[in-house]
């Protein structure tokens, strides 16, 4: 298995996501672009043609319900009626508002109207929530679907040519995404049709796909939606919708997925899932074994990992290729366990001002501890400061109602986040710049290079270091078995404290009761924790 530069994969360019869909439409007609289930056992296809189609009649519809040049936000779970109500916004010279349904209905109004939204588009599952804001706009339901894709294809049949005809112009905005508000009030980040195909393309030459993928990851952020939807559909094949992670690992076992796109919370789950379920048929000390004779067999250039470890496979379908994971740091031991069963785990960067996309490891060449290399055409530099500075086509347009609000310097972008650049591009992070602990000495301590430390260990589920009363400490939420075993913990981080300079000492251990509070991106609100 080799680890060593090669060429970047090769792909046609493409610079509004209509012209995607029509390219796609013609090459691949029939083909299945996207499939899911409904009830238990029935899959539901949609040709890469009828996505086309139904994306005109969707679209013309609109336009001539005279929604023109206005933002549309859109409401719901996971769903082909997303997918396509997304496309026809955004591919008829609207703007699409993609809201996080998890929000409370109170505040899903304050950004659609923040937003200025003339008309909201949501599922039967959100129905109370669309209709409470369709009282001051359009209300659009998936529900009635149907019947204005009936009504968009009769206008078409007659000789409408009102949304085919429609010109796109790549560097007005498309969509509008909003960040989590993990320390503050979200903002509403303006993405042009340029960023996200910018980064559909660039991504697409770092990485390469063979096969299906189960879309997991909400829409309403750009990661699930540019990463997990549009690049494979970049790519050409199938996309399995998971309408409800409920289902997930069921859907997994019907869609047999090469290939998915996740954030670490889902990979450190599926990973405990897979040694508990070991530990508790005595085959985890045989499991370890395996994982040792694999590694060395590999070496040897003898794969034998599908056979070794078909039960590992059997939890995904049986079919699982590649996870490209982004988001969140991912500590590498789990990036190292899943390419010992035979899944590679590509660690990705992005964040929703750059489309997302900055960098990400590559099929056949990697490094562990890094985020990946950084995507061609996208430039990234340190900061004097060691912050990571973004320059590029995937750099959104601005923040709504603020577009011009100064946050490039000299065209580059400013992340956020702490890191540093090797000699080959490949990116590493170090911390979030807002999360640095200044001590009374002048030293500065990344909480998250010390979180890592301490969330390899098994017996920990989640970690958060800050700073109280100038005292470092750390908080930790237990796995179930180790509950209240203070001294445990104790003696964990004495030992992790041995390998640090003093003024990175951790001098206080909390142990939680309860895990840590979370956006809906599933991040730890920090804020919160003191």
Request: aromatic residues 10%; contains cysteine; hydrophobic residues 40%.
């Given at each position: 298995?080799?680890?060593?530069?090669?060429?970047?994969?090769?792909?046609?360019?493409?610079?509004?996501?209509?012209?995607?869909?029509?390219?796609?439409?013609?090459?691949?007609?029939?083909?299945?672009?996207?499939?899911?289930?409904?009830?238990?056992?029935t899959l539901i296809e949609k040709s890469y043609c009828t996505f086309k189609n139904e994306i005109d009649a969707l679209g013309t519809y609109l336009l001539e319900q005279n929604h023109r040049n206005e933002k549309i936000a859109i409401i719901g779970e996971n769903c082909y009626e997303w997918?396509?109500?997304?496309?026809?916004?955004?591919?008829?010279?609207?703007v699409a508002v993609a809201i996080d349904r998890e929000l409370p209905a109170d505040r899903i109004l304050q950004l659609v109207q923040y937003a200025d939204c003339k008309a909201v588009i949501y599922s039967l599952q959100y129905a109370d929530v669309g209709g409470q804001i369709s009282n001051?706009?359009?209300?659009?339901?998936?529900?009635?679907?149907?019947?204005?894709?009936?009504?968009?294809?009769?206008?078409?049949?007659?000789?409408?040519?009102?949304?085919?005809?429609?010109?796109?112009?790549?560097?007005?905005?498309?969509?509008?995404?909003?960040?989590?508000?993990?320390?503050?009030?979200?903002?509403?980040?303006?993405?042009?049709?340029?960023?996200?195909?910018?980064?559909?393309?660039?991504?697409?030459?770092?990485?390469?796909?063979?096969?299906?993928?189960?879309?997991?990851?909400?829409?309403?952020?750009?990661?699930?939606?540019?990463?997990?939807?549009?690049?494979?559909?970049?790519?050409?094949?199938?996309?399995?919708?998971?309408?409800?992670?409920?289902?997930?690992?069921?859907?997994?076992?019907?869609?047999?997925?090469?290939?998915?796109?996740?954030?670490?919370?889902?990979?450190?789950?599926?990973?405990?899932?897979?040694?508990?379920?070991?530990?508790?048929?005595?085959?985890?000390?045989?499991?370890?074994?395996?994982?040792?004779?694999?590694?060395?067999?590999?070496?040897?250039?003898?794969?034998?990992?599908?056979?070794?470890?078909?039960?590992?496979?059997?939890?995904?379908?049986?079919?699982?290729?590649?996870?490209?994971?982004?988001?969140?740091?991912?500590?590498?031991?789990?990036?190292?366990?899943?390419?010992?069963?035979?899944?590679?785990?590509?660690?990705?960067?992005?964040?929703?001002?750059?489309?997302?996309?900055?960098?990400?490891?590559?099929?056949?060449?990697?490094?562990?501890?890094?985020?990946?290399?950084?995507?061609?055409?996208?430039?990234?530099?340190?900061?004097?400061?060691?912050?990571?500075?973004?320059?590029?086509?995937?750099?959104?347009?601005?923040?709504?109602?603020?577009?011009?609000?100064?946050?490039?310097?000299?065209?580059?972008?400013?992340?956020?986040?702490?890191?540093?650049?090797?000699?080959?591009?490949?990116?590493?992070?170090?911390?979030?710049?807002?999360?640095?602990?200044?001590?009374?000495?002048?030293?500065?301590?990344?909480?998250?290079?010390?979180?890592?430390?301490?969330?390899?260990?098994?017996?920990?589920?989640?970690?958060?270091?800050?700073?109280?009363?100038?005292?470092?400490?750390?908080?930790?939420?237990?796995?179930?078995?180790?509950?209240?075993?203070?001294?445990?913990?104790?003696?964990?981080?004495?030992?992790?404290?041995?390998?640090?300079?003093?003024?990175?000492?951790?001098?206080?251990?909390?142990?939680?009761?309860?895990?840590?509070?979370?956006s809906t991106t599933k991040k730890i609100l920090r804020q919160m924790i003191q």
């Amino acid at each position: 298995m080799k680890n060593r530069p090669y060429p970047l994969y090769e792909h046609r360019e493409f610079h509004t996501l209509k012209e995607l869909v029509c390219r796609q439409a013609k090459e691949k007609a029939e083909q299945t672009a996207f499939f899911y289930s409904k009830g238990k056992e029935t899959l539901i296809e949609k040709s890469y043609c009828t996505f086309k189609n139904e994306i005109d009649a969707l679209g013309t519809y609109l336009l001539e319900q005279n929604h023109r040049n206005e933002k549309i936000a859109i409401i719901g779970e996971n769903c082909y009626e997303w997918l396509l109500a997304f496309m026809a916004v955004v591919n008829s010279g609207n703007v699409a508002v993609a809201i996080d349904r998890e929000l409370p209905a109170d505040r899903i109004l304050q950004l659609v109207q923040y937003a200025d939204c003339k008309a909201v588009i949501y599922s039967l599952q959100y129905a109370d929530v669309g209709g409470q804001i369709s009282n001051e706009m359009t209300g659009l339901p998936m529900a009635d679907f149907p019947s204005y894709l009936v009504k968009g294809q009769v206008s078409i049949d007659f000789g409408s040519t009102i949304f085919v005809s429609e010109q796109i112009e790549e560097d007005k905005p498309a969509a509008i995404f909003f960040t989590s508000g993990t320390t503050g009030e979200s903002k509403g980040v303006v993405l042009s049709h340029k960023n996200l195909c910018f980064n559909v393309y660039s991504a697409s030459k770092n990485v390469v796909l063979h096969g299906s993928t189960i879309s997991v990851l909400p829409y309403h952020h750009s990661f699930g939606l540019v990463a997990g939807v549009l690049a494979v559909f970049h790519y050409g094949f199938p996309v399995f919708i998971n309408q409800s992670l409920k289902r997930l690992l069921p859907e997994m076992s019907l869609a047999k997925p090469q290939n998915t796109f996740l954030v670490p919370l889902f990979v450190e789950t599926f990973y405990r899932q897979i040694w508990d379920a070991a530990e508790k048929s005595g085959r985890d000390v045989l499991l370890k074994s395996l994982m040792k004779v694999s590694n060395i067999l590999l070496k040897l250039g003898i794969d034998l990992r599908k056979k070794l470890f078909s039960s590992v496979h059997q939890v995904f379908g049986g079919c699982l290729e590649c996870i490209v994971c982004g988001g969140a740091p991912l500590d590498e031991k789990y990036i190292k366990a899943f390419r010992s069963w035979g899944i590679m785990l590509l660690n990705g960067y992005g964040i929703t001002e750059c489309s997302p996309v900055v960098s990400v490891n590559r099929n056949h060449y990697w490094r562990d501890k890094s985020v990946g290399q950084v995507l061609c055409g996208c430039q990234v530099k340190i900061g004097e400061d060691g912050e990571v500075l973004v320059k590029g086509d995937n750099v959104m347009l601005g923040y709504y109602k603020n577009e011009t609000g100064g946050f490039l310097q000299d065209g580059w972008y400013a992340t956020g986040d702490l890191g540093y650049v090797d000699k080959d591009n490949f990116l590493f992070l170090t911390g979030r710049k807002k999360n640095l602990i200044i001590l009374s000495n002048g030293e500065n301590v990344s909480p998250e290079e010390l979180e890592q430390e301490i969330i390899r260990d098994d017996a920990v589920a989640e970690a958060v270091v800050y700073d109280k009363a100038h005292v470092l400490t750390v908080q930790i939420y237990p796995r179930e078995s180790y509950m209240g075993k203070q001294e445990y913990f104790e003696k964990l981080i004495q030992k992790i404290n041995r390998k640090q300079p003093i003024y990175k000492r951790i001098n206080q251990v909390i142990l939680r009761e309860r895990e840590f509070e979370k956006s809906t991106t599933k991040k730890i609100l920090r804020q919160m924790i003191q």
